[in-house]
């Protein structure tokens, strides 16, 4: 036994350090295809890294790289009380033939990266024309042709052979299409006709309204350069320099004939994702609220261009949506849209429970044909809220106690002889046990009377958060249906005071005007069927910061429910 544990010990002792330091690991390039002379840099990022990381091990870089240099940069972030390093470590390559390249997987901080693909192209015989320049511009629009809507990577390219001390770079400007900006300029070093130059590129995302033939101007480069050679160059002396790009053009196709009134998404990859779905062996209950969470992402489209994601209707259960979260980021040379929608699902009966499939139809614009992405459908079974069951207050039939009133009748009216004289005063005295027992019952069931059988509501959403809770309000309350508001403001209210039963109540047990009036309000339009007005806007308002109670020795603050902590004035 003692060598078992030894074992295990000793086990553990080893494996604790791999499990300390691994840390999460992402592997990324600044760029998917270079051509050949060009640099291209390799970004290692360890998220969580705790005390020292060391540069990974780069000898698999050596067959088809050569390796110019290497960066570190670490940043610490605090959010929400917590603190989270990065360390990004930064490495220079330079490709050595041409083809698709394989960046190998490279063991960092106890984790491993996933292989990078990079494709290196022979040098532009058009660009070399230009050696001997000391400045020259090159431009490339990818892909050449495509539809409506989608996102065409305009790159720009700007060399340098000498010092710039200033210069400007216009935008493309094209009528009919929208420009943007993508990212940062970067800065490399590459090489033309055996020549070496720095280089900053620019990333542009071309978004065509129309269909047609799109004609890109060439862009313009104006600045001044100074010569370390010449002697005057230290008191300020430059030399004008400028440099245009070679114009580009796209054909834009129209949106397919038979593509329906779904939305137009033509997109290079689209993903449709929903978390929080319980599993086999969580339990659901009606009144607890489900926490779902839908998200759509597609790279070639900002997310201005996805469709508002939301939730069929649900037999048996009550959706309320709660604020999207959107945004827009890089993936090299293209753009990433995001669309992020939570939801409180909040069954409303027992049974079975469906969410129906959920489809997004979009364009693959890499194959050129139609795509669906999908949710697929799934059920869960919801059990009765828990203490939903009113407690009985009769006896019933086959009690002892109904037994017993059942035999001592006979034994009362009996006329008895004297012989039975005995068992008629044991029979009466049963009788007096239960009719005590009875009496004892129904004092205790006064005294200990409590909101759980007259308020199964609440005991149904006592396990629900009051996050929850307060979420499901709230998103009613900027509706129109007054029953849902009535209805989630019980609920959210319940879960801080169990007793409260109606609005009248809640009212009552309040110590803010506004909140008051903002529940006569909603009382005249759910009972008084008052014409809709912009109560909505003020019943938010009113709560969004939570319920104002009134003080426990407040008139109007009387509870059900004794205070949790008693205390006593002492003179």
């Known amino acids: 036994m003692f060598r078992r544990f030894v074992g295990v010990w000793l086990l553990a002792t080893l494996l604790l350090p791999a499990l300390v330091h691994a840390a999460d690991v992402q592997a990324t390039l600044d760029r998917s295809s270079v051509q050949l002379g060009e640099t291209v840099t390799l970004n290692l990022r360890v998220e969580g890294a705790g005390g020292r990381v060391t540069m990974p091990d780069l000898a698999g870089l050596g067959q088809d790289f050569s390796i110019l240099g290497t960066s570190q940069n670490r940043s610490i972030s605090v959010v929400n009380g917590t603190t989270s390093s990065t360390l990004t470590f930064g490495i220079a390559l330079r490709p050595t033939r041409v083809g698709s390249l394989t960046i190998p997987a490279l063991n960092v901080a106890g984790s491993q990266t996933r292989p990078l693909q990079l494709q290196v192209t022979a040098p532009d015989p058009a660009a070399a024309a230009a050696v001997g320049q000391d400045v020259f511009m090159e431009a490339r629009v990818e892909p050449a042709h495509g539809y409506v809507g989608q996102q065409f990577s305009y790159v720009v390219r700007l060399y340098y052979a000498t010092s710039i001390s200033s210069g400007s770079l216009g935008a493309p400007q094209v009528d009919g299409v929208e420009v943007s900006r993508v990212g940062d300029d970067l800065n490399y070093d590459g090489q033309r006709g055996g020549r070496s130059y720095h280089v900053l590129e620019r990333r542009y995302a071309l978004v065509p309204r129309h ?15 100074i010569d370390p050679t010449d002697p005057n160059s230290f008191f300020g002396a430059s030399t004008p320099i400028s440099a245009s790009a070679p114009a580009v053009s796209i054909e834009v196709q129209a949106t397919p004939a038979d593509w329906g009134k779904s939305a137009w998404l033509p997109a290079r990859q689209l993903s449709l994702s929903l978390d929080g779905w319980p599993g086999a062996n969580e339990q659901v209950r009606v009144g607890k609220p489900l926490n779902l969470t839908m998200t759509l992402q597609a790279t070639g489209l900002p997310f201005e261009a996805l469709p508002a994601l939301s939730l069929p209707a649900l037999d048996g259960a009550t959706v309320y949506p709660d604020k999207p979260v959107t945004g827009t980021h890089n993936d090299g040379p293209w753009v990433v849209g995001r669309r992020q929608q939570a939801f409180a699902v909040v069954p409303e009966r027992a049974g079975t429970l469906t969410l129906p499939a959920i489809t997004v139809k979009w364009w693959n614009v890499l194959t050129d044909k139609m795509e669906v992405a999908q949710i697929p459908a799934r059920s869960v079974t919801v059990l009765p809220a828990v203490g939903a069951t009113d407690v009985q207050t009769s006896i019933p039939a086959g009690s002892a106690s109904a037994s017993a009133i059942a035999a001592a009748k006979p034994a009362v009216v009996t006329p008895a002889s004297s012989s ?56 009613a309350a900027h509706g129109n249906d007054a029953a849902a508001q009535v209805r989630s403001l019980l609920a959210w209210a ?61 008139p109007g603050g009387d509870s059900a429910l004794p205070p949790l902590y008693p205390f006593k004035l002492h003179d």
């Open 494 to 554: 319940r879960m801080e005071r169990p007793a409260i039963q109606h609005l009248g109540e809640l009212a009552s047990a309040l110590d803010d005007a506004s909140q008051r009036a903002a529940i006569a309000a909603l009382q005249q339009r759910h009972y008084a069927s008052a014409p809709p007005t912009d109560s909505s806007a003020n019943l938010a308002e009113a709560f969004k910061r939570g319920f104002v109670w009134r003080a426990a020795d407040a």
């Open 211 to 225: 269909a047609g033939h799109f004609d890109i101007p060439a862009l313009g480069f104006q600045g001044e350069a």
């Open 420 to 475: 039975s004289v005995p068992w008629r005063w044991i029979a009466l005295g049963s009788v007096g046990l239960w009719l005590l027992s009875v009496a004892g019952w129904w004092l205790w069931r006064r005294r200990a009377r409590t909101p759980r059988a007259v308020l199964p509501v609440a005991q149904a959403s006592a396990s629900a958060s009051v996050r929850s809770c307060r979420l499901a309000f709230l998103a």
